[in-house]
């Protein structure tokens, strides 16, 4: 039986470990708890607030997160694969190492988020919200980028050939890059691998 715990105030609360397996968490309030290690394995996290919580190693594979609020959560090494999250809210996010495999994230905004060495394999990005994030060494294959938001971010060079081979429109950290090839694009994101917000001016692409 699904546990319900809609609109549930667990602020600041000692949940480490603790299993929310398919919970009906829409609407809870889990601002600032200690969730590392939990499970929320097929939860309902709509419109949940989680701004600010420790979830290192917690699991939410196949979760939805629709419009949910997970700004500032400390999500290293933790588990995303295959979560229903569109316009989820997750600015300024660490999430080293996490995997968003096959995650549904369209329109999510992950402005100023750290990404670094995160898996992003088969997972829908369109119209994501990445500017200013760190996705040095992250895994972004077969993602869906299309209108992707990527200024201002800290790529590796060859980040987002793939999806530009593909024909996908995408918005680079030096402009609108949707009718550039690849290899103009990979070029042009080198002047992003440094430094942040810095473009490389001569090789900007309009």
């Not at 997970?70 to 996490?98: E, K, Y």
């Not at 919200?129 to 077969?142: H, M, T």
């Not at 299309?146 to 030096?174: I, K």
């Amino acid at each position: 039986m699904k546990r319900d715990l809609r609109g549930a105030d667990l602020r600041r609360q000692n949940l480490a470990g603790v299993c929310f397996d398919s919970a009906d968490l829409s609407g809870a309030d889990l601002r600032e708890a200690d969730l590392t290690g939990a499970s929320f394995r097929n939860a309902d996290l709509t419109g949940a607030h989680l701004e600010g919580a420790h979830a290192e190693r917690a699991v939410f594979d196949e979760a939805v997160m629709t419009a949910a609020q997970f700004d500032a959560v400390d999500l290293t090494d933790a588990s995303l694969v295959g979560v229903f999250a569109p316009s989820v809210t997750m600015s300024n996010i660490h999430a080293v190492r996490a995997r968003f495999d096959d995650a549904t994230l369209h329109r999510a905004n992950l402005q100023g988020a750290s990404l670094v060495r995160a898996s992003f394999d088969l997972a829908d990005l369109h119209h994501a919200d990445l500017r200013g994030a760190d996705l040095r060494r992250a895994v972004i294959s077969e993602v869906f980028l299309d209108g992707a938001d990527f200024r201002g971010a800290r790529l590796d060079p060859d980040a987002l050939s793939e999806a530009l081979a593909q024909g996908q429109r995408v918005v680079s950290c030096c402009g609108a890059a949707s009718d550039a090839s690849a290899e103009l694009v990979a070029a042009a994101m080198s002047g992003c691998s440094s430094v942040w917000g810095e473009c490389l001016k001569a090789r900007r692409i309009q």
